[in-house]
């Protein structure tokens, strides 16, 4: 008989052996339990598999053989499979990682003089279909496993020979603004966030874990009490007639429903200097006016919070544009005149599609929203194309 998490089974040639890689402390104290081990194995094996990276168990020198012997009959650790590593000219990698669904999603490293930032994915292809993203153009096939979360973590730490115990790591921030909706793979992502922050894990501060979502307004209920990591916000547009365009999530969670969830999500963080953070695609044309910098300014007047504006990353097929230097620094002028912390993001890892916006991997869509844009594209170059013969003849 063999331990696999709540259940013994009966081992057979077929049998799935429990990925240790992704199991909180509560879930690996009860896999020892099951298999009639001590507790503190939890922590000996958690240091084995997030401080040193290790991917064998054969490495885990400080247990003892029999007990290794034991748990490879039953148990592996299983990073995701990496599909390729690209490096930017500007020091930013980004990882293509298959998971088990088939589907490949992205990882970005972002180094910033002492920072580090991993920019993680939580689900192959999104639902959400917000129109400036390019990951929501992919359609949707999976939710991400907490072992296929995590291991993007830990194969980037491991990529970089970084120790989290040491104090020069090189992941020092990790952001949930990849791929998918977190809020819409709850569970998964919640454990993995508590993986990253746990001592025995990646011992990240709540304050450098960041869940960024488009505005899930149970699932940002749900988490008031259960997690306190640093809430972002995709708010693009100030009022809900532009929003209902851009995120089409806005027409079930409006923006009052929304300021509302994060207004009770700050509110019972026990540190008061902490602030939600709205992140703002900026649109040629579109969401870039001063009119719409008056909006917010009215919008968020109330709220302590930063914004972060993102200049339009552009990639094939979007139908958006970026705004020249000058409507950025106009826009972020006339809030910082109103007293917001107004940041605009560098564009990072552009000539490797590893910018905000331009992660794509490889979804194995189920939603055909892929197929119809693709159509779409085909029907909007042959209309081109038909211009164009016109026009010279
Ligand atoms: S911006 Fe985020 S929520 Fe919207 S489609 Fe893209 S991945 Fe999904």
């Not at 490879?72 to 990698?93: H, L, N, Q, W, Y």
């Not at 990882?95 to 192959?124: F, H, M, N």
């Not at 044309?285 to 009119?291: A, I, L, M, T």
Request: hydrophobic share 40%; proline share 4%; with cysteine.
């Amino acid at each position: 008989m063999v331990a696999v998490l709540g259940a013994p089974v009966e081992m057979t040639a077929e049998c799935v052996k429990t990925n240790l890689l992704g199991l909180t402390q509560a879930k690996l104290d009860e896999f020892f339990i099951t298999l009639g081990e001590k507790r503190f194995r939890t922590q000996q094996i958690m240091k084995w598999i997030y401080h040193f990276g290790v991917s064998s168990i054969d490495e885990m020198s400080n247990v003892s053989k029999v007990l290794r012997e034991r748990l490879k009959s039953c148990a592996d650790i299983r990073g995701p499979e990496v599909v390729s590593t690209d490096f930017s000219g500007d020091g930013t990698c980004k990882w293509v990682v298959r998971v088990a669904s088939g589907s490949c999603v992205e990882t970005v490293y972002i180094p910033d003089g002492k920072r580090g930032t991993l920019c993680v994915s939580s689900q192959a292809g999104c639902v959400l279909d917000c129109s400036f993203c390019s990951t929501g153009k992919q359609g949707f096939n999976s939710d991400l496993t907490v072992a296929e979360i995590i291991g993007q973590v830990w194969l980037a730490a491991k990529s970089f020979n970084s120790v989290p115990a040491k104090s020069d790591r090189a992941i020092t921030n990790v952001v949930m603004m990849g791929m998918g909706e977190p809020l819409l793979n709850f569970d998964n992502v919640i454990d993995a966030m508590n993986l990253m922050m746990d001592d025995f894990g990646y011992g990240l501060s709540k304050r450098r874990v960041t869940l960024s979502t488009s505005g899930v307004v149970p699932a940002m209920r749900r988490m008031i009490g259960l997690t306190d990591v640093s809430l972002a916000v995709s708010l693009h547009a100030p009022n809900d007639a532009l929003r209902n365009q851009l995120v089409p999530l806005n027409k079930k969670y409006p923006l009052k429903t929304l300021l509302a969830a994060v207004h009770d999500y700050m509110s019972v963080l026990p540190d008061k200097r902490r602030v939600v953070t709205f992140e703002y695609v900026l649109l040629k044309g579109v969401n870039d006016q001063p009119e719409h910098a008056m909006q917010m300014i009215y919008l968020l007047k109330d709220v302590p919070c930063k914004i972060n504006l993102i200049p339009f990353n552009q990639f094939f097929s979007s139908g958006y544009e970026r705004p020249s230097n000058n409507a950025i620094r106009r826009f972020q002028v006339m809030l910082q005149q109103k007293g917001f912390n107004v940041t605009v993001r560098r564009t990072r890892g552009g000539d490797i599609d590893a910018a905000c916006g331009q992660l794509v991997g490889q979804v194995q869509d189920r939603t055909r929203r892929s197929v119809r844009y693709r159509d779409q594209q085909q029907k909007g170059s042959e209309a081109e194309l038909i211009n164009v013969i016109n026009m010279a003849s």
